[in-house]
């Protein structure tokens, strides 16, 4: 279109310079020139009528043909030709667009929530027409934020603040349900699994409560744990008196039905250290006894054997 209007006024200054030769010197060529100028002006008008009169739509697009304003139709990818001066073709994306959003709301616990989404979607290809007429080009601020926002607000009011972020799956779950309802009556699709919840930020206040609660928790668990090993070092010593006392009534039976002298050289070979005693005693059976030295019959007899 800018190669019709300069191609006009190239013409127009052409006819200007032929209608006032007159007053150029005596000469001059000035209707050959008017006449390049001229020509020069005809050839712009011709390229850019010609420009005017095609569209080249790029991949992942569709173009809204409007004739005088009205929507007409849509042309689909490629080089599409249109009437120039009646038809005007305006481009709409079809492919997957994101969409980023911010929206403060209310838990159903009255607790400040700021939820931050971002939200995949893309227009019909089909209904761009429809699209382009109910809402115009600028359909993320007309209807795609305020639909993420609506949606946001009235989720949140089902849940506690702790729901919040207890049910976090269920919840971005019921928000793109809710989204999807009301961008399908403008004919946007919502890609499956298109949302994502960044982030959640509440008050200050609700911070430092959950913050509080979580070192209540951390110090009943430490309690908990304390009192576990206490009851198991408790089990642990009544065991070992149990297993004392089985002992002692044992060895009580033992001397009953064996005699005391087993039970006695048991207790002995059990507490011996591997080294023998120096001195021992015997007793004969007349009741009498002897005490003699192991060691020194040990070294007698050593040295006996060595002297033969």
């Known amino acids: 279109m800018a190669f019709v209007i300069f191609g006009i006024l190239i013409v127009l200054v052409s006819l200007v310079v032929t209608a006032s030769k007159s007053q150029f010197p005596v000469g001059t060529k000035v209707a050959g020139i008017a006449w390049s100028v001229r020509l020069i002006g005809l050839l712009l008008i011709v390229i850019g009528g010609l420009s005017s009169a095609f569209v080249q739509v790029p991949a992942g697009y569709r173009a809204v043909l409007l004739r005088f304003g009205a929507v007409q139709g849509v042309l689909s ?24 959003s911010q929206a403060t709301a209310a838990s159903r616990d009255l607790q400040t929530v700021t939820a931050s989404v971002a939200l995949n ?50 919840v971005k779950e019921e928000v793109e349900t809710e989204i999807t309802k009301r961008l399908a009556y403008y004919k946007v699709i919502v890609e499956p699994a298109g949302l994502s919840i ?19 928790q951390q110090e009943a668990e430490k309690q908990k744990y304390v009192l576990q090993q206490a009851k198991l070092q408790q089990e642990t010593e009544i065991a070992r008196a149990e297993g004392a006392s089985r002992a002692a009534k044992l060895n009580a039976e033992a001397l009953k039905v064996q005699g005391g002298s087993l039970v006695i050289a048991r ?42």
Do not use: C, H
Not at 126 to 141: A, F, H, N, T
């Open 198 to 216: 960044t982030n959640f930020e509440f008050s200050p206040e609700f911070n430092k409560a959950i913050e509080a609660k979580q070192v209540a």
């Open 121 to 170: 979607f893309r227009v019909d290809p089909i209904q761009v027409g429809e699209l382009y007429k109910q809402v115009g080009d600028q359909y993320k601020s007309r209807i795609i934020d305020p639909a993420v926002q609506e949606s946001i607000k009235v989720v949140t009011a089902r849940y506690t603040a702790e729901e919040l972020i207890k049910l976090r799956a269920k």
């Open 77 to 100: 990818e490629g080089i599409n030709f249109i009437v120039p001066g009646m038809n005007e073709a305006v481009l709409v994306e079809v492919r997957t667009q994101k969409e980023e």
């Open 267 to 308: 207790e002995w070979i059990t507490k011996w250290d591997g080294k023998l005693p120096s001195v021992s005693a015997g007793g004969g059976s007349g009741g009498g006894g002897f005490i003699f030295d192991l060691k020194s019959l040990i070294s007698a007899d050593a040295a006996k054997g060595a002297n033969p």
